[in-house]
């Protein structure tokens, strides 16, 4: 269980920098 919530950290920080990368074009990353 402790590896399947890692795996959806790196997940999230994945979204998260893919979101960061979005907005940088002035897009609005909660859409």
């Known amino acids: ?3 399947l ?3 959806i ?3 999230i920080e994945k979204i998260y ?3 960061d ?3 940088n074009e002035g ?3 909660w859409l």
């Open 5 to 7: 919530v890692d795996n």
């Open 17 to 19: 920098e893919v979101f």
């Open 9 to 11: 950290e790196v997940q």
């Open 27 to 29: 897009a609005d990353p």
């Open 1 to 3: 269980m402790p590896v």
């Open 21 to 23: 990368l979005i907005d």
